[in-house]
């Protein structure tokens, strides 16, 4: 029987890629359940030189294959449909089908110990396909080591986005599977201070529920952090005299209600599960917080009020908790920091940002759930 990769001389399995470079999204599925579809349309090297119908076939070696993963151990001792052994072979039949035939290429090589065979440069479409079939037969501990070196090239081509987008979702998905924390948490950040309620990723880009979850779950705490804490100031400039003075106060007042009316500002209760600032997001929020237009006034510095001066308040605010580093184009006024007010939302909002607004840890997350071959 011809085949189109030898990746052990002496292999005793035959692995046939059936159908590759299908055309259609990402996705995957658990491997104890029928595999549909889990490739991308291409355009690489493999797919110009594979027709989509044609079938790939690939010697390798049943002891790597056990060894590096869980599932190719079921196939090849548990008897599944995929792993079998034709009376006139001597050989063991392994099936596959729709992976992306340059990435699977990549990944028996990886397998075999064929490194010095390996790119050490591909594209994020190339290594989003790479971690569909990392994901999917359970084969994550070989990469770590050469991945850093295709990350690295991939980052100095393509920038990790401050915005959202399908780039985005696919960094997300790539540092998931193939543990890369620092990306992880320098992505999931954007999504939480970018994303709107019921964010969700690209459409069949596999990226866990709980990661989701956790994402719309941190933003929602951060706004509910900020509407709590923009009563107390609401509160406190409504019933005495928190800022300067009395006009001080009530110039303070005005503005934070003008300002909360503009990012759709209700009362804040803990039993509803609408967002209390409507679809703004994070950073729509904050944006707004931090532009305020800071009113200006004079007050008198003779008893008959012949002369006047510009008010200054004492307290300053810290205006770079504003600055969130996620190109957020946040231009305060140029008097801002010179506000009680501002002084006031500076300092709430330092403790909402270290604490709601950083990006998810990799370590929370159970990266390869323990695999269980079906019965």
Known sequence: MPRDYTMAPSGDVIITLRNPNVPLDVGVESPSQPKKSESESGGNQANNDTSQNKSITYLVSSQHLILASPVFKAMLTGGWAEGNKKPES????????????????????????????????????????????????????????????????????????????????????????????????????????????????????????????????????????????????????????????????????????????????????????????????????????????????SVPTTAYGSASKRHVCTRQADMAVFKLGVREDIKPQDNAAGSCLMADISDFLKGVKDTTMTGLRLGDYVKEADFKAPK
Request: aromatic share 10%; charged share 25%; proline share 5%.
């Open 90 to 297: 001597t050989v063991l039949h392994v099936d596959a089908e729709d992976w992306d035939a340059e990435a699977f290429t990549i990944a028996m090589k990886v397998l075999h110990g064929h490194c010095h065979q390996v790119p050490c440069k591909v594209s994020l479409e190339l290594l989003g396909k790479l971690a569909l079939i990392v994901d999917y037969y359970h084969i994550k501990e070989p990469f770590p080591f050469i991945y850093k070196e295709w990350i690295s090239h991939v980052k100095t081509r393509l920038p990790v986005p401050n915005d959202l987008g399908r780039t985005l979702d696919l960094f997300m998905w790539v540092s998931f599977v193939l543990d890369d924390p620092v990306t992880f948490s320098q992505v999931t950040r954007v999504a939480i201070l970018k994303g709107k309620e019921g964010w969700k990723p690209s459409e069949n880009i596999p990226i866990l529920q709980c990661v989701i979850d956790k994402i719309n779950q941190k933003r929602r705490n951060a706004m509910g952090s900020i509407a709590t804490e923009l009563h107390r100031p609401r509160t406190r400039y409504s019933e005495e005299c928190a800022g300067c003075n009395f006009a001080c106060s009530v110039m303070q007042l005005g503005l934070l209600i003008r300002s909360l009316h503009q990012i759709k500002f209700w009362d804040h209760r803990t039993d509803s599960s609408e967002s209390p600032f409507g679809n703004n997001s994070l950073i729509e929020v904050i944006k707004i917080l931090a532009e305020m237009v800071m009113p200006v006034w």
